[in-house]
């Protein structure tokens, strides 16, 4: 009787562990997956941290860009003023000239 009682308390036990060790398996799979998600999450955190640098180096590349651009038009600008000027210079002579060839003209006349 006593070893009827013990081989029960055995099975019990036996039954008790098969039980914790699925337990066991159960949450190492679970611990597995959580690692696997917060490896993902981390990758994904740097690779956002990898973008917003990337759209960083973007947007002040965009204002030496525009900086650049602005720089362009002043001088376009300065070039056009020039070139006016140079034109009303030359139509000034042109104008000159002309006159002193109607002159010169007149006198031989």
Do not use: C, P, Y
């Amino acid at each position: 009787r006593e070893i009827a009682e013990l081989r029960s308390k055995l099975r019990s036990a036996h039954m008790e562990l098969q039980e914790t060790k699925e337990q066991l398996l159960i949450q190492k799979d679970e611990t597995a997956e959580a690692e696997r998600v917060a490896e993902q999450e981390r990758e994904n955190a740097w690779n956002q941290n990898e973008d917003l640098r990337r759209e960083v180096l973007i947007k002040e590349e965009l204002k030496a860009l525009q900086a650049n651009q602005l720089s362009l038009l002043e001088e376009l600008d300065v070039a056009a003023r020039n070139s006016d000027f140079a034109a009303g210079v030359i139509l000034d002579l042109r104008s000159k000239i002309i006159s002193q060839s109607e002159l010169a003209e007149a006198q031989l006349d």
